[in-house]
């Protein structure tokens, strides 16, 4: 298996994950987008951040929270203009849930934006 067909196969993977039925595919996923972003063409980084972006709007609280919970992890791996566009819309979506359990779980990306300013 060539580099670009593991990669190929890490996408769909994800995005296979992200789109299941029940939630605990969907709570999976969370924790494979920082693994597959770095590598992704630029079409496929562009897709996965979307992906990603719907995962924190999940209907389920579990997948919000899973997503939350591995922001950071995402956000070290994206892009600086990419950062303050829609990670930042992502982490004000998260914060505005009204559940004080989002915000502890985005302690992580906390942390990483006071290291970026």
């Known amino acids: 298996m060539s580099i670009h067909q593991f990669e190929l196969s ?13 939630f605990t595919a969907r709570v999976s996923s969370c924790g494979l987008f920082h693994i597959a972003y770095p590598s992704a063409s630029d079409q496929l980084k562009t897709e996965l951040r979307t992906i990603y972006g719907q995962l924190c709007q999940d209907d ?18 994206v892009e600086q203009n990419h950062l303050k566009t829609e990670i930042m819309s992502i982490f004000d979506d998260l914060t505005q849930d ?17 290291f970026l300013v």
């Open 60 to 77: 389920m609280p579990m997948v919000r929270r899973a997503a939350a919970s591995n922001l950071g992890k995402f956000a070290a791996t």
């Open 10 to 22: 890490m996408f769909y993977s994800v995005q296979r994950l992200a789109a299941g039925e029940w």
């Open 98 to 114: 009204g559940t004080l359990l989002f915000l502890g779980c985005c302690s992580d990306y906390v942390l990483f934006l006071d």
